[in-house]
């Protein structure tokens, strides 16, 4: 059974930095194109990153480009996107998704940026 859980969200002040993790079971990350994705409420989950298999090339919006960097590690299953110099507008609930299972979501992990 995939499973996808989303960690490492919460409060920060903008200009500070969070590193999301997404523990991956039922499958391994290194065996899928994985990304992450953001939404807030009443609007559409939004591609945030993406790390491709099996030579691990990024992709990244470009709202995020320069400050945000997705990895993985494949011995502890799990990818991680790590956010730097966070805004406001950074602000959304974060969900990480295989490209093999795209229908898998975990519950996702609430980043809030604000003063």
């Known amino acids: 059974q995939v499973q996808l859980v989303e960690s490492g969200g919460g409060l920060v002040q903008p200009g500070g930095s969070l590193r999301l993790s997404c523990a991956a079971s039922g499958f391994t990350v290194s065996s899928s194109t994985m990304s992450w994705y953001r939404q807030t409420q009443g609007k559409e989950r939004e591609l945030v990153a993406s790390?491709?298999?099996?030579?691990?090339?990024?992709n990244y919006a470009d709202s995020v480009k320069g400050r945000f960097t997705i990895s993985r590690d494949n011995a502890k299953n799990t990818v991680y996107l790590q956010m730097n110099s966070l805004k406001p507008e950074d602000t959304a609930g974060y969900y990480c998704n295989a490209l093999r299972f795209k229908n898998a979501w975990g519950q996702g992990t609430q980043v809030t940026v604000s003063s």
């Open positions: 790390i491709r298999t099996p030579l691990g090339l990024t």
